[in-house]
């Protein structure tokens, strides 16, 4: 492109000279534009490269508006559920009440539940009314650990309480916890550990446990209690035996809260409002923290009514029999004898204690125990009069006939006077009980009557 470019010019410049002299000799020269350079147009040179276009910036977003959001509240409230354990103080579960506090880092169980198992007043002080129980404080994971070693199972209700009911239920807990005000009477049916759950929470959400209470109940008190020990045998035969009428009258759910499970279902059915707002529930969320491997408790009291006719009438019949066998055979009546005797005592004993806790113990739920009828306290006679019948006495043979007759009069007369007394739900202990002295009755007399024993 230089050489071309410098031939143009030469051919210019050559070419200007000659006009140049023509004119020069002709006329004057003509003024010139000033020469520039000139590209032909197919050596023009070529226009430079577009610069490579530079990657795209992300474009910017639009700046976001921060939202505040509320900071959480200061506590958070549990009700906590543990299953029955295998001990008959643990047969009917336990609850207390969960207070985390994140400004003060407290992490606390609130337990009304606990006492001194291993003292040496223990019994008598039941056996008074004046067994005392207190509220104790504990950390959370080491109750937790607790319960899980004894396979017993944990359920955690969070409460929906605005924060001036969170305040004032976690100032309430920590106020009763003082040592002063810590301790309180136990009452197995209305003031235990599930029943100070519920009054504490109903008084910070203004009465709404106590609405949600108001149907009528599932159950009696018996009812539950039976439900609950049922797996249990001893248990649930010694609960049938000293729980009188009062036991057996009509209640509403509030009453049946004296059973952790039952105050459950009271939680999930409260409905708690503020000011003119619309009423929500009070659980906000159900968790199992631990699921025991023990079978559920029943959902209703088991019927056994047939079970115990049918262990009655086999007792009684090994009664007759033996002392039928006995007129013939010494040992048959010396089995009699025996077996004579721990009835009577073990009945005698029962119906002692009946009658002692309704003259002088302030247990009412005792008082008035138609059981009496069905367990003579002077069946306590037999203890002694059973060795003379395993000895043949003719004397002791007709006095033990007397008293299991007069035994067998009372428990039929439980029959006779049922319409007229206040409802006792007993229909299996009767069942039981009259083929029983009926037996030891028959028993007896064909022993009066007995011909030479003989081996």
Not at 45 to 74: D, S, Y
Not at 193 to 214: E, H, I, K
Not at 303 to 323: D, H, I, K, M, Q
Request: aromatic residues 10%; contains cysteine; proline residues 9%.
């Amino acid at each position: 492109m230089s050489r071309a470019l410098r031939a143009a010019r030469l051919a210019l410049a050559l070419t200007g000279t000659v006009l140049g002299g023509r004119q020069a000799a002709a006329e004057p020269a003509p003024v010139h534009a000033p020469v520039v350079p000139f590209h032909p147009p197919m050596m023009q040179a070529p226009l430079p490269a577009p610069a490579p276009a530079l990657p795209a910036l992300p474009r910017a977003a639009p700046a976001e508006v921060p939202v505040l959001l509320p900071p959480p509240p200061r506590y958070l409230i549990e009700v906590l559920t543990f299953g029955p354990g295998g001990h008959p103080f643990t047969r009917f579960g336990h609850n207390a009440i969960r207070v985390v506090d994140r400004q003060a880092r407290q992490d606390l169980v609130y337990n009304f539940g606990t006492f001194s198992i291993g003292g040496p007043d223990l019994i008598p002080d039941f056996l008074r009314g004046r067994l005392r129980y207190w509220l104790s404080v504990s950390p959370t994971m080491f109750t937790l650990q607790d319960y899980r070693s004894e396979n017993r199972s944990i359920e955690a209700q969070g409460l929906a309480l605005s924060p001036d009911a969170q305040a004032e239920l976690a100032r309430r807990l920590a106020e009763n916890a003082r040592p002063e005000n810590r301790a309180y009477k136990y009452d197995y049916f209305r003031d235990n550990c599930s029943t100070r759950v519920r009054n504490v929470l109903d008084a910070v959400t203004g009465g709404a446990l106590r609405v949600a209470g108001a149907p009528a109940a599932t159950e009696t008190l018996r009812g539950q209690a039976l439900r609950m020990a049922a797996d249990d045998v001893p248990f649930y035969l010694a609960l049938s035996i000293v729980l009188g009428p009062q036991t057996d009258r009509p209640i509403d759910a509030w009453a049946e809260d004296f059973l952790p499970q039952m105050l459950q279902r009271t939680l999930r059915l409260t409905r708690i409002a503020e000011g003119n707002g619309p009423a929500r529930p009070l659980v906000a969320n159900e968790r199992i923290i631990f699921a025991a491997k023990r079978p559920l408790p029943r959902a209703a009291p088991p019927r056994w009514g047939l079970r115990f006719f049918a262990a009655g009438v086999a007792v009684g019949l090994v009664f007759a029999g033996l002392g039928r066998l006995g007129r013939r055979r010494a040992v048959a009546r010396v089995l009699f004898g025996l077996a004579l005797t721990f009835a009577g005592v073990l009945v005698g004993f029962l119906g002692t204690f009946l009658l002692g806790a309704w003259l002088f113990t302030p247990h009412a739920v005792v008082y008035r125990n138609q059981n009496i009828l069905l367990l003579a306290p002077f069946a306590l006679a037999l203890g002694v009069l059973g060795w003379g019948v395993a000895f043949g006495w003719a004397g002791a043979i007709r006095k033990a006939f007397f008293v299991t007759a007069a035994a067998l009069g009372l428990a039929a007369l439980s029959v006779v006077l049922k319409p007229l007394l206040a409802h006792q739900e007993n229909g299996a202990l009767i069942a039981f009980a009259v083929p029983l002295w009926l037996g030891m009755t028959l028993g007896t007399r064909a022993l009066k009557t007995r011909a030479a024993p003989s081996t």
